[in-house]
T-cell receptor, first 110, second 118 residues
Framework: GIQVEQSPPDLILQEGANSTLRCNFS?????LQWFHQNPWGQLINLFY???GTKQNGRLSATTVATERYSLLYISSSQTTDSGVYFC????????????FGKGITLSVRP | DSGVTQTPKHLITATGQRVTLRCSPR?????VYWYQQSLDQGLQFLIQ???????AKGNILERFSAQQFPDLHSELNLSSLELGDSALYFC?????????????????FGPGTRLTVL
């Protein structure tokens, strides 16, 4: 099956810093989503981005489908950004189930 | 709020018991997915239903079963529970415009049901 690798596994930032989270995948995909899992366990949709670039406030994401990677940018980080960030993909031509990476644990310190 | 609802939020039960988790998809979404999040396995796909029919199966144990009803809500039944079944169970929904169209849509996740098996 498809492999989804996220890096780095852990990230510690000072409030106000910027960061880039990476997701590599091993096959052609027609769905790629970024999620934030908050301390209460909720999975919050950040981006649906099988290709291209999107921005939402301090967050932006870019997926280069031909090179099989996606990047999530967090600017001017806040303590509320802390949590786990997941990348999930669905393989082209297969069913639409999402395969998740292991996640990136982000801690933003005041 | 994603629009996907799940009940109950928490469930504590004993080994050997059976439980039912319920999910209501977003209005208009025909496809429902179930995922399990455990410490050792991470987030993994269990099963998908589309408009009442099973569409895809993942690493779902034989002790687990699911169904989607005519009103599109779905239930995940877990039986003969073991300690290792303790996990966070998520339901997600999407529009899923049809198999032949090849159009795959964003999945929206419910708040999850946290199952603890003692």
């Amino acid at each position: 099956g498809i492999q989804v690798e996220q890096s780095p596994p852990d990230l510690i930032l000072q409030e106000g810093a910027n960061s880039t989270l990476r997701c590599n995948f091993s096959d052609s995909v027609n769905n790629l989503q970024w999620f934030h899992q908050n301390p209460w366990g909720q999975l919050i949709n950040l981006f649906y981005i099988p290709s291209g670039t999107k921005q939402n406030g301090r967050l932006s994401a870019t997926t280069v489908a031909t090179e099989r990677y996606s990047l999530l940018y967090i600017s001017s980080s806040q303590t509320t950004d802390s949590g786990v960030y997941f990348c999930a993909v669905a393989v082209t031509g297969a069913n639409s189930k999402l395969t998740f990476g292991k996640g990136i644990t982000l801690s933003v310190r005041p | 709020d994603s629009g996907v609802t799940q009940t109950p939020k928490h469930l504590i039960t004993a080994t050997g018991q059976r439980v039912t988790l319920r999910c209501s998809p977003r209005s208009g979404d025909l496809s429902v997915y179930w995922y399990q999040q455990s410490l050792d396995q991470g987030l993994q796909f269990l099963i998908q239903y589309y408009n009442g029919e099973e569409r895809a199966k993942g690493n779902i144990l034989e002790r687990f079963s699911a169904q989607q009803f005519p009103d599109l809500h779905s239930e995940l039944n877990l039986s003969s529970l073991e300690l290792g079944d303790s996990a966070l169970y998520f339901c997600a929904s999407s529009v899923q415009l049809g198999r032949l169209a090849g159009i795959y849509n964003e999945q929206f996740f419910g708040p999850g049901t946290r199952l603890t098996v003692l």
